[in-house]
């Protein structure tokens, strides 16, 4: 019995002794230091993600073979030259190059120790691969005839690449300075196959592809091993947001909506109706500069009655731009008269305004009548389904009535409008560029471009000998008058109806930080951050 009885007192003390510790345990500071630890770890391995909204999604996620080139390809892709924030050329995945002194070759020495995202290394074969490719007539690029002065190119090893050009070409280091010429690694089509620019994009850039759900949202995350930054950015190793996602968000208002409750941080392109209230709002930043865009009113000059140039002379006279930039626009913006902005300072012809088709409704009637349609004309009137668009048909539609052109408003989808245009049945249409080059009239209205994006179909032998003679031209300054004489010869044809150039205007949310306006392409792997809870 004794013993039984000292066997339970020493069982009590036991479970005494042992709830002693556990609370002594439990009053000690030991565990509040682990989970405030394992907080801050937590915090820290919060992902920063940055939502951008677009009105458009992508066609196809190639620089070689797409006409749109979605942001997405500009932060996958490096190029051989980048351009800082004053626009300037500078070195890119090429550390240097040289020209010589007949301007024929171009030798372009390739940065060390660069990887694709699929772990392959950068050589020169890639850089020949890519381009060689866009010259290619069988891939179809829309790109091509921008590299149509390189005749040649050669692997000197593996970092180093010559150029052999057919006629001195001031613009190249423009040409391969833009998205369009992204470096691919070589044979990704062989390799990748029909997968390739839908479901595996392959670059060198700071940002990786990761999804791409159409009509929704392409996802990129960040390049971890990036280290080969241009010199110029403040940041050259790894992004410190982690994720970029894209967001497709075709109606206004939504996107307009979804900024300002903090769906999407930054808005491109910023509708000018919402202006003021973004502008008011305190969670808001709105950035505002000069723009390389122009809109314009185009029409299948192929077609009767646009073949006779008395009727595109009356659609310019009876356009009233001033009207539209203070009703469509609500004064944001500028009246264009000719076919390059003016933030294009070498290349932009300043008698552009002196040579233009003034608002005069009685001369347009009056060629109408030359032209054999006294009577006036009856169209129809093609614009993509944005609200701006929709309002400018609208006004267009009123302002031709009144000389007596009746027209009939048709609204597409982006898609939808890219595919009637490459069929070609359109008849007067509303566009819009965004280009910092003369060589955008290159792109729309050689006759090599048609039927898209010459959309305008414009095919004559002037225009293409004006401008194969300006591209050609040995100096920059050569080339900038001899554009100049390519936009005299335009106006005077009429060969569009010049209406408008709109700012740049870009909505950014409090939650990005550190955020550098670009006068092109936003570089948001140059220290660009984000806030998170």
């Known amino acids: 019995m004794l013993e039984k009885r000292f066997v339970k007192i020493l069982a009590v003390l036991m479970i005494l002794s042992f709830v002693s510790v556990a609370v002594l345990g439990g009053c000690s500071k030991a565990p509040e230091t682990s989970q405030s630890s394992q907080g801050e770890e937590k915090q820290e391995k919060k992902e920063k993600v940055l939502v951008i909204g677009y009105d458009r999604d992508a066609e196809i996620l190639d620089t070689i073979k797409t006409a749109w080139y979605s942001d997405a390809l500009i932060y996958i892709h490096d190029r051989l030259v980048s351009r800082d924030y004053d626009f300037k050329y500078k070195p890119g995945l090429a550390k240097s190059w040289d020209v010589s002194e007949d301007g024929l070759t171009w030798t372009f020495h390739l940065r060390e120790g660069v990887k694709f995202h699929d772990g392959s290394p950068f050589t020169a074969k890639d850089v020949k691969w890519t381009i060689d490719t866009i010259k290619d007539p069988n891939t179809g690029s829309p790109y091509r005839n921008d590299l149509k002065a390189i005749k040649e190119v050669i692997v000197k090893d593996d970092h180093t690449i010559v150029m ?15 998205t369009a010429s992204g470096i691919h690694p070589a044979n990704a089509y062989e390799k990748y196959g029909d997968d390739y620019g839908k479901k595996i994009v392959i670059g060198t850039g700071p940002f990786k592809f990761k999804e791409w759900v159409k009509g929704d949202r392409i996802v990129l995350e960040k390049n971890e091993e990036y280290n080969w930054g241009p010199e110029w950015m403040s940041n050259r190793g790894p992004a410190l947001i982690d994720k970029i996602v894209l967001r ?19 808005l491109r392109n910023v509708p000018v109706a919402h202006l003021e209230r973004l502008e008011k709002n305190p969670d808001i930043q709105v950035y505002r500069g000069p723009a390389t865009k122009l809109g314009y009113l185009a029409y299948a000059t192929d077609k009767k009655p646009f073949t006779d140039v008395r009727v595109r002379r009356a659609i310019n006279h009876a356009v009233n731009r001033e009207e539209i930039i203070n009703y469509v626009f609500r004064g944001v913006g500028e009246v264009a008269y000719g076919y390059l902005p003016p933030a294009l300072k070498d290349e932009y012809l300043e008698e552009s305004k002196d040579l233009a088709y003034n608002y005069n409704p009685e001369k347009a009637k009056q060629l109408l009548a030359e032209a054999g349609y006294p009577d006036g004309l009856k169209l129809t009137l093609s614009a993509d389904n944005s609200s701006r668009s929709q309002k400018l048909a609208e006004v267009l539609q009123s302002q031709l009535k009144e000389v007596g052109i009746e027209t009939e408003i048709q609204l597409y989808d982006s898609a939808s409008y890219k595919a009637m245009l490459k069929e070609g049945k359109q008849e007067l249409f509303i566009r819009q560029y965004s280009w910092p080059n003369a060589d955008i009239l290159d792109w729309f209205l050689l006759s090599s471009q048609m039927p898209y994006p010459n959309h305008s179909r414009w095919n004559d032998p002037k225009t293409d000998e004006l401008i194969k003679k300006a591209a050609s031209m040995p100096t920059w300054e050569e080339r900038a008058e001899a554009y100049k004489e390519v936009q005299k010869y335009l106006i005077e044809q009429a060969v569009w109806c010049p209406i408008y150039i709109p700012e740049q205007i870009i909505a950014v949310r409090k939650e990005v930080k550190n955020f550098k306006y670009h006068p092109w392409m936003l570089q948001y792997n140059d220290g660009f951050d984000m806030m998170v809870e």
């Open 164 to 178: 052999k050009l057919n006629y001195p070409f001031p613009n190249l280091l423009f040409n391969l300075s833009n």
């Open 248 to 266: 497709t968000i075709p109606d206004e208002n939504t996107r307009i909506m979804e900024l300002e409750t903090g769906g999407i941080h930054i």
